[in-house]
């Protein structure tokens, strides 16, 4: 290698090695300068050279605060007061400002960046002056300038008018004074900004936008409308519709609004015309009837139709009151309209869909008894019902408790296993009636309950029972048609009929002493429910249970009374099919039948006795009915002691009453072989020797004996 090529790459060597140390030099130093401003930045004269960006932003926000202490003096009408710059918001953009200050000297490329580093030590830096940008919030300048306004200004009186207590109440209009803010907000910015001064405002007379001549315009309308009565007279007879000048008042609408014409606006309030109207409408027109339907004495159903009337027409009546009212007439003539509709209409009544009698059943009972009254009471309840298509009907829910104070009287109700008498008892039999309508009608069964008794008053399985509140009998009306709920009853029976569609299907049927009989008065059409029904044989036959003996003190000395008889119980399944056109439907019911415990009452002497004697057990303490387990000497439910007499001899039983000699026939005194003979004229009877039979006697008469009688 030559020399010069030697020196050549000493040279290069040594510049490489120059740039590499130069350029680590500034990358050291780019590190350790990183978080702080380069070169000379001063913003309004206050340098930031140097310092980190939190520093910066504190000297900033100092300057901020410094400048936002410039005092403004504002007078209004020369009366001065004074506020401060930050009273209305005043900042620095000190965030762009900082942003601006770090950037310096950082712009660039890196080589550029790092040859102005290299000329720093001989070359004076560019000076970076920053000029601040300073804001207030216009917002407080506004809301400042209306306290100014609110304080040094009277505002103008704007004339209207008000309806206070049926008379006028004008407020006529005045002038007022008020600040001349059309460049206050921009003189206060600028003060604010500019670190401070003086912002003169006046205030300046300012005219209402109404007059005193519109307010005295709209007043005379309204004396006007108020000043006196306003007849109206029927040309066609004496009747006459006076609305006096205090009840236009009362009822008058009033709105008033200087920006239309004209700028009052009355009105009548149209209740007041209505009451008016129909207080006198009879007198001048023909009323609307009402369409409804009747049940004759055939049950034939019968729609009696609507008709329009006649009347006032109360819309017309209302216009021309207030024309009347508004003008110097006040008389005017009454306006009557033809077609006014009534309130149930004949298509109303036809859409009810009540054709004919459906189902009818009728039970039968003696007469005049508690429940009979019971029975007719509530059937005056359920008369008339009326249950929609879709809708289910409730007897207990319709008819409600069965109170004293509603009517009803004490009767027998079946209550465990026994008839007692509670309020209200013996409706099941209505239960019945009603129920068999449901059945026999062909409406769907919602809930119903038989007794636990059989009576052979009621139809067997096919029956119901009810009581308050929780046994009940429901149903639905699951036809396209109302059906209508009609009662009627005599001295001796009940009877239930249910009108409505099947279609002219009419079942009539009834149920007494025994026996039953189902009618079809009308087969109907193709589409009638045909309701048949079977009752099974008797199955599961139980025998009653014990008869059940109690005391009753108020019976009389040895008298027994047979309360409920025995009788068996047993099972039966109720089919009902129902068929519609091509459509069958089968329901079945089960029905258990409870055996019937007999119950008989008797003295408590004689239940002693009968007791004693063994052919009784002791009485419980708890009984299952009234008087039950009162024994001899026990005091009965009223408080007063039972003293049974004593028998006149010994060894002598009390004579039982007829209705308990086939109960206990061990306790009937044993008969003798024969009885003795009296013998006429005094004559003793004839006794036996010792150890010697007594021949039988016959039928020939024997002069001085009578024949014997054979006990």
């Known amino acids: ?62 300057m901020e605060s410094r400048q936002g202490q410039a005092v403004i003096e504002i007078v209004v009408n020369g009366e001065p007061s004074t506020v401060t710059a930050s009273e209305f918001g005043y900042s620095l953009n000190i965030g762009e400002l900082v942003d601006r200050a770090m ?99 006046n205030t300046v007379l300012v005219e209402p936008d109404t007059d005193i001549e519109q307010i005295t315009a709209a007043v005379e309308v309204v004396e006007q409308w108020i000043s006196a009565p306003v007849v109206l007279k029927d040309p066609d007879s004496e009747a006459e519709l006076v609305f006096t000048a205090q009840e236009i008042a009362d009822a008058t609408i009033f709105s008033f609004d200087l920006n239309r014409s004209p700028s009052v606006r009355l009105g009548i309030d149209r209740r007041l015309v209505t009451r ?67 309130h149930v209409t004949t298509e109303d009544i036809e859409n009810l869909g009540i054709r004919h009698l459906v189902s009818q059943y009728t039970t039968y009972h003696d007469c005049c008894a508690p429940r009979v009254a019971n029975i007719q009471l509530f059937a005056d309840r359920v008369n008339d019902a009326l249950v929609p298509p879709g809708e289910t009907f409730s007897l207990n829910r319709h008819v409600g408790e069965r109170t004293e104070e509603d009517g009803f009287l004490e009767a027998g109700t079946l209550l465990r296993g026994e008839l007692i008498d509670t309020v209200g008892g013996g409706v099941s039999q209505f239960a019945t009636t009603f129920y068999n309508a449901v059945f026999w009608g062909g409406y769907e069964d919602i809930t119903h309950k038989t007794h636990s008794f059989h009576f052979s008053r009621y139809p067997e399985g096919i029956e119901a029972t009810i009581n308050w509140p929780e046994v009940d009998l429901v149903f639905r009306n699951d036809s396209p048609s109302h059906v209508l709920i009609r009662t009627e009853y005599t001295d001796t029976s009940i009877t239930v009929k249910f009108f409505g569609d099947n279609d002219g299907r009419i079942v009539i049927g009834r149920w007494r002493d025994g026996e039953g009989r189902l009618r079809i008065v009308a087969q109907g059409g193709p589409q009638a429910r045909v309701v048949s029904a079977m009752i099974s044989e008797r199955t599961d036959e139980r025998e009653p249970p014990e008869p059940l003996y109690r005391a009753n003190p108020e019976l009389a000395p040895g008298e027994a009374e047979e309360l409920q008889t025995a009788r068996v119980g047993w099972t039966v399944r109720v089919t009902r099919t129902v068929k519609q056109g091509e459509e069958t439907s089968n329901r079945i019911w089960t029905v258990r039948y409870i055996p019937r415990q007999e119950i008989v009452e008797m003295h408590p002497c004689l239940m002693a006795y009968l007791t004693e004697a063994g052919v009784l057990a002791p009485p419980e303490d708890e009984g299952t009915g009234p008087g039950a387990g009162a024994g001899a000497g026990e005091a009965p439910a009223d408080g007063e002691e039972v003293v049974c007499p004593e028998p006149e001899e010994e060894d002598v039983a009390p004579v039982l009453p007829e209705e308990l000699t086939d109960r206990f026939p061990e306790l009937l005194p044993e008969e003798e072989g024969q009885l003795p003979i009296e013998e006429e004229n005094g004559q003793g009877p004839i006794e036996e020797e010792e150890g010697q039979e007594q021949a039988p006697v016959d039928d020939t008469e024997q002069e001085g004996q009578s024949s014997p009688s054979q006990g």
């Not at 350790?32 to 939190?54: A, D, I, K, M």
Request: negative net charge; glycine residues 10%; contains cysteine.
């Open 103 to 201: 950037r310096n000297e950082r712009e660039g490329s890196f080589v550029t960046r790092w040859r102005r580093w290299l000329r720093s030590p001989w070359d004076d830096p560019v000076p970076l002056v920053l000029v601040p940008t300073a804001t207030i919030n216009q917002a407080l300048v506004e809301d400042f300038v209306r306290d100014l306004d609110q304080q040094h200004g009277t505002r103008p009186i704007e004339g209207t008018l008000e309806f206070v207590n049926g008379r006028p109440a004008p407020t006529y209009p005045s002038p007022g004074w008020l600040l001349d803010s059309s460049e206050a907000d921009v003189e206060i910015r600028a003060a604010a900004l500019n670190g401070g001064g003086t912002v003169r405002l």
């Open 1 to 62: 290698m030559s020399r010069t090529s030697r020196l050549l790459l000493i040279a290069l060597i040594c510049t490489t090695a120059l740039i590499m140390a130069g350029l680590g030099s500034y990358a050291v130093w780019s590190r350790s300068n990183q978080g702080v401003v380069l070169g000379s930045v001063t913003v309004s004269g206050v340098s930031l050279e140097g310092l980190e960006r939190s520093e910066a932003e504190a000297v900033l926000s100092e």
């Open 276 to 342: 008016k109207v129909s207080a006198i409408n009879d007198q001048v027109g023909t009323p609307p009837v009402n369409a409804y339907y009747e049940i004759d004495e055939n049950d034939q159903v019968i729609i009696h139709p609507s008709e329009t009337g006649i009347g006032i027409d109360a819309d017309a009546v209302g216009a021309l009151l207030e024309t009347l009212a508004g003008g110097s007439e006040r008389q005017g003539v009454l306006t009557k309209v033809a077609g006014t509709q009534p």
